[in-house]
DNA sequence: GCAAGCCTGACC
DNA sequence: GGTCAGGCTTGC
């Protein structure tokens, strides 16, 4: 499940070798990854040249002089480097062919999920979570109430963040992922964001989290998943000897310490 | 504000 | 063979 460092590493590959280039072939196996018309989407980014590689969040961005077109992996996608005359897979969705340049890019998605579009990129949304100061994030933390875990999870007010990273943002906080952000001090707040800031950092210095099917350009897989101390690790030992629990939370699976990760102060 | 829907592979 | 995984949108 690409999230920010996934999604960074997956940028990283591809502005090495893209930027400059122009489109020369778009074939489309599975319209309705680019909206629906695929003759219509090929023939706005046909001979365009990739004057730039951004990232918002979890969406890349490909800036053409006139244009730029988003992409949203979602669950499975995967932006890949074969060379030049590897066939579709069972998975390709979309394939884009570059002038000079020996080798495609083939956009893979096992579940459907993930989107192409033509879309401008956006300035006004939400805080990346990795590019945005600390006093931009603390100001959308401060101003609102409700659930943690679900606010680091809403795309609109802080981009960027998925299930595993918000789930080892708040452990190594030691904040509890049901725990009202309106009873949440100043300082704890700020060592959120600390941490929020150098988990992300670690993440995508080793590429990501390879949990399932991630992957990045070239095809490797992420180091992060070495580093994970409670996601996926329901019934594991934490470091305080307390047990990880798997609650539901905001309709997803959330991992936790019920001992580092306390709801009310206690004095026990 | 919660549930369904989009999807398919992995796992029990 | 049924259930689970979940980012995001849509609908009740």
Redesign the pocket.
């Known amino acids: 499940?690409p999230?920010l460092p996934e999604v960074e590493t997956i940028r990283h590959g591809l502005s090495s070798k893209l930027i400059n280039k122009t489109i020369t072939g778009v074939d489309v196996f599975w319209p309705?990854t680019v909206g629906g018309n695929a003759k219509l989407f090929s023939q706005q980014i046909l001979n365009q040249r990739i004057q730039d590689i951004s990232r918002h969040?979890?969406k890349i961005y490909w800036q053409f002089p006139e244009t730029s077109i988003s992409f949203?992996l979602?669950?499975t996608g995967q932006l890949l480097f074969v060379p030049r005359l590897t066939k579709p897979g069972?998975f390709t969705r979309v394939i884009f062919n570059f002038k000079d340049e020996n080798e495609n890019i083939h956009f893979d998605d096992?579940?459907?999920?993930g989107r192409i579009k033509i879309e401008p990129v956006k300035n006004l949304s939400a805080p990346d979570a990795w590019l945005a100061s600390t006093e931009d994030i603390y100001r959308v933390l401060r101003k609102k109430k409700?659930m943690v875990k679900h606010t680091l999870?809403n795309?609109r007010l802080i981009a960027g963040l998925?299930?595993?990273y918000v789930d080892e943002i708040l452990f190594k906080t030691k904040i509890h992922p049901l725990k009202n952000l309106e009873k949440i001090s100043a300082t704890k707040i700020h060592e959120l964001i600390k941490n929020m800031k150098a988990i992300l950092k670690k993440s995508i210095q080793i590429g990501g989290t390879s949990f399932r099917n991630y992957v990045d350009t070239q095809g490797t897989r992420g180091g992060y998943k070495n580093w994970l101390h409670v996601y996926g690790k329901a019934g594991a030992r934490c470091f305080c000897g307390g047990i990880i629990k798997k609650i539901v939370v905001a309709?997803?699976?959330t991992h936790f310490c019920p001992r580092c990760q306390k709801i009310q102060k206690t004095s026990l």
């Open positions: 499940m999230e309705p969040g979890k949203h979602r669950m069972k096992i579940r459907k999920f409700g999870l795309q998925g299930n595993i309709q997803r699976g």
